[in-house]
């Protein structure tokens, strides 16, 4: 089993930063790929970058790329999601992923509300 938790959203002003930290627990030598999601209301689930086991990123999507970075620290067992330049279209529930053994886990999420 592996525990995810995630922590740093909240809420800022446009062209403002953020940093979302997750915090792996549990089996941790067994995941593989991560990932930050983010659900924006009324809208499916969507990944925003991926970074492998090794902590390369992979996979980030257009509306994000320059502007968000991702970090992974095995020894921490931390992935974090730089944000910067924010803008109200980045509001969000921001949840970590990670896949360990076939299995795919999931932590709560976060809430990130940029305004204008």
């Known amino acids: 089993q592996v525990q995810l938790a995630e922590s740093g959203g909240g809420l800022v002003q446009a062209g403002e930063s953020l940093k979302l930290s997750c915090l792996a627990s549990g089996k941790t030598w067994t995941i593989g790929g991560m990932a930050w999601y983010r659900q924006i209301p009324g809208k499916e689930r969507e990944f925003v970058p991926r970074i492998t086991r090794g902590g390369v990123p992979r996979e980030f999507r257009n509306f994000v790329k320059r502007r968000f970075t991702i970090r992974r620290d095995n020894t921490k067992n931390t992935v974090d999601l730089q944000m910067n330049n924010l803008t109200p279209e980045d509001t969000a529930v921001y949840s970590c992923?990670?896949?360990?053994?076939?299995?795919?886990?999931w932590g709560q999420g976060t809430q990130v509300t940029v305004s204008t």
């Open positions: 992923y990670a896949q360990a053994q076939g299995l795919d886990y």
